[in-house]
């Protein structure tokens, strides 16, 4: 069990640009969460998968906002045409399922958008 | 949603001094989870206690659903427990943490 990994772990951008995170969830874990962290918040939900199936996305996420969980193992988030409102530390987590429901976090991806 | 609400939001420890922090949530939940996120941002997770009391070490948390809340003690605080502790709640269906805002804990030697 390596845990939850996530890749970049920073990421400077320029505003307009497009930029993608990957997150590898803990192996066996069905279930994979992303949020988004600001400064002196909490995380906030953005979007959950069971496998491969998106089945649930918050408000939060606008239509520049894309997730994909191909496979149903690693997932990637993608932001198009960055704005600096998404400067934030972007957090990935995974649970078993099952009603295993405790969600181990990754290291997250923290972007800035300039 | 739901309403998750930490006290207090910042505390400052001599080191050796024992602490409770609080977390009130406004509805019934099936998960509750402490972390601990450190200055790199990474949310440990502490506990998993959607009821009852659990204890790892010098940490312990108590849950009492029916009432809706939940309380973290730390005991001798030493420096390392320094950082930000954020209560997590979900709801029966829900398929998402809602977090409270934190408690930004700083332990002086």
């Known amino acids: 069990d390596t845990g939850v990994s996530q890749d970049p772990r920073h990421k400077i951008t320029k505003r307009g640009q497009n930029v993608t995170f990957r997150c590898d969830p803990i192996?066996?874990?069905?279930?994979l969460y992303w949020y988004r962290q600001t400064l002196g918040q909490g995380p906030e939900f953005l979007t959950y998968f069971q496998n491969e199936a998106q089945l649930e996305k918050s408000r939060l996420l606008s239509d520049r906002f894309s997730a994909e969980r191909p496979k149903g193992s690693f997932s990637t988030l993608e932001i198009q045409r960055t704005e600096q409102g998404d400067s934030a530390m972007y957090l990935c987590?995974?649970?078993?399922?099952?009603?295993?429901?405790?969600?181990?976090f990754g290291p997250g991806t923290r972007l800035l958008v300039l | 949603g739901i309403q998750v609400e930490q006290s207090p939001p910042d505390l400052i420890l001599q080191e050796g001094a024992n602490s409770t922090l609080r977390c009130n949530f406004s509805d019934s939940v099936n998960n509750l989870q402490w972390f601990h996120q450190n200055p790199w941002g990474q949310l440990i997770n502490l506990f998993y206690?959607?009821?009852g009391t659990k204890q790892n070490g010098r940490l312990s948390a108590t849950t009492v659903a029916t009432e809706r809340y939940s309380l973290l003690y730390i005991s001798s605080s030493q420096t390392t427990d320094s950082g930000v502790y954020f209560c997590a709640v979900e709801r029966p269906g829900n398929n998402r943490l809602a977090f409270g805002k934190g408690n930004q804990v700083v332990v002086i030697p």
């Open positions: 192996s066996e874990h069905n279930r």
């Open positions: 987590a995974s649970s078993l399922g099952h009603l295993q429901e405790t969600q181990y």
């Open positions: 206690i959607p009821s």
